[in-house]
């Protein structure tokens, strides 16, 4: 089962912001650790993550910096400032009151419990 | 993993560099950043067994189809589309990014403000230009490159040395240009005026090259940065004109002739400022314009060997003497002047690992021809000069074009060997790149020596 496209693109900025907030990390990173919080499910490209990352910088929701690593090799570090914090708290209001209305639902509905919303929880 | 295999790697990455960066909708500094990742893609591959070569293919892949990235890209970054709007705030380069060349932008304002008002202040201090117009002739460069230089290192952050080389320079050029007793009316002025400034533009050279003083690519930018700057202050010169035009008719119309402001203030202030603008310009939108020279390069070349080739087919039809007057040989050193440009910035813009084609074979042709004309010049005016005695002006003629002869018939031969496969296109830019403090030392030499050896004449 692969997650739909308007989802992936739905839950986009509030997982990088959730990864950023647990460390600094790098474009190559973030995806790996998606592709492991996810087990494979959410398909994320290349071109959904960097423009985005791009956007959150220009909003100022994260931060830049080039370091070098290993040799001439540079890469570019993102860290999520204040602000980003700040956004992926209301993010995160935003989901909870989502995934609450659809628990609510499913569950009030008799829905078989193996659907039930376990990722977002 | 192999030496062999790695190489191939480093070649497979680099071409795909090469697709990447055609794209207006990629930075370099996306560039960069894919690339990275693309890198740790593979990395990881070939940590569970794939081949070097297998990894790559997989690891792009993955990334899927640079049309479909750059889409994304362009999506989100539409004003790259824009690319000619300087105040935008981003450039290339994760090194500049938007507090940088606001930084600049500021430094570059001051820079300006700071040639507009020395323009300025000798005739606050007493010396205007009509009663002096010599002083300026001499010192307009000493008045104005300062600060671009100034700006350039500044951006640069050139060292401590580096400054103090500037510095001391520059002050060599205010002795050369004040010290000796030139009357108005001497050919030693104009002559050391022309120098001086030739002079102090390498060294805004250095300024320029101060990051990285050795290397000859960082020569060649500065060529580069010379053929631009020079197109940007043009451009700019037009725009100052219309706006002239436009300020005297429209106040004409209400009965105000602002002769005075124009052409004491707004002119010249305009044009020693227009000078710092014109390099941060350069600096600033560095990948929209360096395609200016070397696109004018390649409409010219062709027009300049017809030209060239026709001249020497009429001389030898007519086989009528070269009528070499003074005015003559200097319109014959500025010919080589041109053709040098060609090459250089034909040069400048030339794929390093490219084969030669018709376009090399076209320059060899020009360089050639010129070599023929300047020859037969050069043949004419020495037999003047043993007649008449010499001048400043023919020795610094002379010089000159002996020094671009030399230049050029160099270039010619390794130009050859480049068409005829013998030698790398690197050599023929080493060349170049290590032959410009000859420039710069001949005119220093005019400027110093020339006025005290012909005895201020």
């Not at chain 2, 941060?280 to 070397?294: D, R």
């Not at chain 2, 068409?419 to 710069?440: K, N």
Request: net charge negative.
């Amino acid at each position: 089962m692969k997650v739909a496209k308007d989802l992936v693109a739905a839950s986009a900025t509030p997982m990088v912001l959730g990864i950023l907030a647990e460390a600094d990390s790098y474009g190559y990173a973030i995806l790996r650790r998606i592709n492991e919080l996810s087990g494979g499910e959410l398909d994320w490209t290349e071109g959904l993550l960097y423009p985005l990352l791009h956007r959150l910088e220009r909003l100022g929701h994260v931060e830049s910096s080039w370091q070098s690593v290993a040799g001439e090799r540079r890469r570019k570090y993102y860290s999520v400032t204040r602000s980003g914090l700040a956004e992926l708290a209301e993010q995160r209001r935003q989901w909870a009151t989502v995934v609450d209305a659809l628990k609510e639902i499913w569950n009030g509905a008799g829905g078989s419990p193996s659907v039930a919303l376990g990722g977002f929880a | 993993m192999s030496e062999d295999r790695q190489d191939g790697l480093e070649a497979q990455f680099s071409q795909w560099r090469h697709y990447v960066q055609r794209r207006k909708e990629l930075r370099t500094s996306d560039a960069d950043e894919l690339e990275d990742h693309l890198r740790g893609s593979v990395d990881e591959l070939v940590g569970v067994g794939l081949h070097a070569d297998e990894a790559f293919l997989v690891a792009v892949k993955r990334m899927g189809s640079l049309d479909d990235l750059s889409r994304e890209f362009a999506r989100e970054h539409s004003e790259r589309l824009w690319k000619q709007l300087v105040l935008s705030g981003d450039t290339d380069g994760p090194a500049r990014d938007t507090p940088r060349s606001r930084r600049d932008l500021f430094a570059m304002i001051a820079c300006a403000a700071g040639a507009a008002l020395t323009v300025k202040m000798p005739e606050i201090l007493g010396k205007s230009f009509e009663d002096d117009p010599a002083f300026y002739g001499t010192n307009v460069a000493l008045l104005v490159l300062p600060w671009l230089a100034g700006f350039l290192a500044w951006r640069r952050r050139a060292s401590r040395a580096v400054v103090a080389v500037l510095v001391g320079l520059f002050a060599v050029g205010a002795v050369a240009a004040n010290a000796y007793p030139l009357a108005d009316e001497s050919q030693s002025l104009v002559l050391t005026g022309i120098h001086l400034a030739i002079a102090l533009w390498f060294v805004v050279g250095i300024a320029y090259v101060s990051d990285d003083l050795r290397a000859p690519r960082r020569r060649m930018d500065f060529v580069r940065f010379t053929g631009e700057c020079f197109i940007y202050y043009v451009l700019i010169a037009l725009g100052g004109g219309v706006l002239v035009a436009f300020l005297f008719g429209t106040f004409a119309a209400i009965g105000i002739t602002p002769d005075t402001f124009v052409g004491q203030w707004l002119v010249p202030c305009g044009a020693a400022a227009a000078s710092v603008v014109a390099g941060w310009l350069v600096e600033a939108k560095q990948s929209v314009v360096e395609n200016i020279a070397p696109v004018l390069t390649r409409l010219f070349t062709p027009l300049f060997t017809a030209v060239l080739l026709a001249f020497l087919v009429a001389l030898a039809v007519t086989s009528g003497a070269i009528d070499v007057e003074r005015e003559a040989l200097i319109l014959f050193d500025l010919l080589l002047v041109v053709v040098l440009a060609l090459l250089l910035y034909s040069i400048s813009a030339r794929d390093p690992q490219a084969p030669p084609g018709l376009f090399d074979k076209l320059q060899l042709a020009l360089v050639v021809s010129a070599l023929v004309i300047d020859v037969l010049v050069l043949l004419e005016i020495t037999g003047r000069i043993t007649e008449f005695g010499t001048t400043p002006n023919k020795a610094a003629a002379l010089g000159e074009n002996v020094i671009l002869l030399a230049n050029l018939a160099w270039s010619a031969w390794l130009v050859l060997g480049m068409v005829r496969r013998r030698t790398p296109f690197a050599a023929v830019e080493r060349w170049q790149t290590a032959y410009l403090p000859v420039f710069a030392g001949w005119a220093w030499v005019v400027a110093l020596v020339f006025p005290p050896l012909f005895g201020y004449v």
